[in-house]
C-alpha cells in the first residue's frame, strides 16, 4: 500500500500543479477559440504597426490650410482617402484613415457650416499616429501570459490569426458504483448520481475539452480496470468518483496498480474532502480519483484537478480569493478546513460532506488553516469552485 500521510492542503495544490506543468505537452498554433484560457508558448509579437496608419479618434471635418474650409467629399473606415487639398474640408469618421496632408481635424460638435457651404471650428491633432500603440515587431506580451479574451483581441489587431499556446487536455469523469441511478428518484437503497453530470462542466470551466461521463461502473476490479483503460484511451485526465478508500467495494487503489499508474499524491490533509488522490500513467496520462460524497468530490476538483489542469495549461496556480466572514468558522483540528461561506462571509446549512444543498448557494470554500479557527470579521482565503 502506498504512502498514505496526508499532504498538507496548500502543498497538495502546488504539487498537482508542478504536475501539470511539468508534463504539459507541446505548444501548437491554436486558433484563438481553442487558445483562449491556456497561455502564451512565445511572446506576442506585433506583425504591423499598430495602427498601421494613421486613424481619426473622432467624426469630424479632416482640414488643410487656412479656413474656413470648402466641403470636399467625404472619408469612410475602411477607404483609402485622396490627399488633401488646402481650403477644403474632408467629413471623416471615427477609425478612418487620415488623408495625407491633414492639417488638423475639426469635432464635429465643435464645427458650424455656413449658408455658403463652408466649415469652420477649431482644429486639433485628433488622429491615432501609425505604430501609436504598437511598432512593428515590438513585444505586446511576454510567454506566459494567460489567453483572456482581450489579448485575443489585441493578437488579431496586431495581425495574427493564430496563437502558440498549450490545447485543452482531454478529460473524461468515471462513475464508480452499483448503487447510482443515472435517472427517476433514489429508491430500493439506490441513489442518484450527481456527479456525473456536475464533474464535467467543471472541467470544462478549468479549461478542460470534456467528454460525457462514463458509468455507473460496477463494483468489481476487473470492470474498474477495463473503464480505466476505456477512458484513458481517449482521455489526458480522467476523474474517478467513489472507490478511494479501502473499503470492501474500494477498487481503484488495486486498479491503478494494476495499470501501473503511480501516485503522485494519495490523500489531502483537508475536511472535507481528504481521501482524494492524483496519479500518473506509465505514458503520462493522470488520474484523479475524486471522493463519491459530492462536496468532497467538488474539494478534490478544487484542490487537485483544477491546478493540474492549469499547469498542463501553461497557467500559473490559480489564485486563491479573499472573503470576509460574517461569523466563525471553526477549525478542524491538523487539517484544513474548507468551509462553505455565502457572498456574504456567513457560513451555510446543509454543508454536510454528502449535502450539494448548500454549495449550490455558496461563494466558495473559507480556508481555515490547520490547528487554528476563524473569527468573524477576518478576512480569509476563499478557494471557488469551476464554473461558479
Known amino acids: 500500500m502506498p504512502n498514505t500521510t496526508p499532504v498538507p492542503w496548500a502543498e497538495a495544490r502546488e504539487t498537482a500543479w508542478a504536475a501539470g506543468y511539468e508534463h504539459r505537452g507541446p505548444a501548437t498554433e491554436l486558433p484563438f477559440a481553442e487558445a483562449v484560457g491556456s497561455a502564451l508558448a512565445a511572446p506576442l509579437v506585433a506583425v504591423s504597426d499598430l495602427p498601421a496608419f494613421p486613424t481619426s479618434a473622432i467624426d469630424g471635418w479632416a482640414v488643410a490650410g487656412p479656413g474656413p474650409w470648402r466641403i470636399g467629399g467625404e472619408v469612410l473606415a475602411g477607404q483609402v ?57 515590438e513585444e505586446l506580451l511576454p510567454s ?38 443515472t435517472s427517476g428518484v433514489s429508491r430500493e437503497g439506490r441513489v442518484r448520481d450527481s456527479l456525473g453530470p456536475m464533474v464535467p462542466p467543471m472541467l470544462t470551466a478549468a479549461g478542460a475539452a470534456t467528454v460525457p461521463s462514463l458509468g455507473p461502473v460496477e463494483d468489481t476490479l476487473d470492470a474498474h480496470v477495463a473503464a480505466l483503460r476505456v477512458a484513458l484511451a481517449e482521455a489526458d485526465l480522467v476523474c474517478t468518483t467513489g472507490g478511494t478508500m479501502v473499503g470492501p467495494v474500494d477498487h481503484l487503489h488495486p486498479a491503478l496498480a494494476e495499470i501501473g499508474a503511480e501516485y ?18 506509465p505514458d503520462g ?11 468532497s468530490a467538488v474539494i478534490a476538483v478544487v484542490t487537485l484537478v483544477a491546478p493540474l489542469l492549469a499547469g498542463l495549461r501553461g497557467l500559473p496556480l490559480p489564485p486563491l480569493r479573499t472573503a470576509h466572514l460574517a461569523e466563525d ?53 476563499l478557494a471557488t469552485v469551476p464554473g461558479v
Do not use: C, Y
Open 81 to 137: 482617402p485622396q490627399p488633401m487639398k488646402p481650403g477644403v474640408a474632408v467629413k471623416i469618421a471615427t477609425g478612418a484613415q487620415v488623408p495625407e496632408g491633414t492639417e488638423g481635424i475639426i469635432r464635429l460638435e465643435h464645427s458650424e457650416i455656413g449658408d455658403d457651404d463652408l466649415v469652420d471650428g477649431p482644429p486639433a491633432r485628433e488622429w491615432r499616429e501609425p505604430g501609436e500603440e504598437a511598432a512593428h515587431g
Open 144 to 181: 506566459g501570459a494567460p489567453v483572456t479574451p482581450p489579448v485575443i483581441g489585441l493578437a488579431a489587431a496586431a495581425g495574427h490569426a493564430t496563437l502558440p499556446a498549450h490545447g485543452r487536455p482531454a478529460a473524461r469523469v468515471v462513475v464508480f458504483g452499483d448503487e447510482l441511478l
Open 264 to 281: 503522485v499524491i494519495n490523500t489531502v490533509a483537508v475536511r472535507p474532502g481528504f481521501p482524494m488522490l492524483l496519479a500518473r500513467t
Open 285 to 295: 496520462k493522470f488520474i484523479a480519483g475524486l471522493p463519491g460524497n459530492p462536496q
Open 329 to 381: 468558522v471553526p477549525g478542524r483540528g491538523n487539517f484544513t478546513h474548507l468551509a462553505l461561506i455565502d457572498r456574504a462571509g456567513r457560513r451555510l446549512g446543509h454543508h454536510g460532506s454528502a449535502m450539494l444543498r448548500g454549495l449550490a448557494g455558496a461563494a466558495g470554500f473559507a480556508v481555515v488553516g490547520p490547528d487554528t479557527e476563524a473569527a468573524a470579521g477576518a478576512t480569509v482565503d
